[in-house]
């Protein structure tokens, strides 16, 4: 597989090492589910820090809690769900 070189500390490349040893991995697999993990925290880490923004402004935050309520009429139409079938 075709790849570039990323410089890291020796510490790093240590703590990397170790970890693949101990999960019988390749180096570049244990970065690259490191980096999904991360990217995952940092999406849902945002979207926290967004959703409280919200919350704060009293205007944008009832605008907010409108629309839900117009969702969650569509919701009640009336018609089964397919679990319910």
């Known amino acids: 597989m075709p790849g570039t070189t990323v410089r890291v500390s020796e510490s790093t490349h240590a703590l990397l090492r170790e970890i693949a040893d101990r999960v019988d991995r390749p180096m570049s697999a244990v ?3 490191a980096l999904e993990e991360y990217r995952r925290r940092l999406f849902w880490s945002l979207a926290d820090r ?12 009832q605008e907010h ?11 009640a139409d009336g018609l089964d769900s397919e679990n319910e079938r």
């Open 31 to 33: 970065v690259r589910v």
């Open 50 to 61: 967004e959703f409280q923004a919200l919350r704060t402004n009293s205007e944008a935050w």
């Open 65 to 75: 809690q409108e629309e839900l309520a117009v969702w969650d009429a569509a919701a």
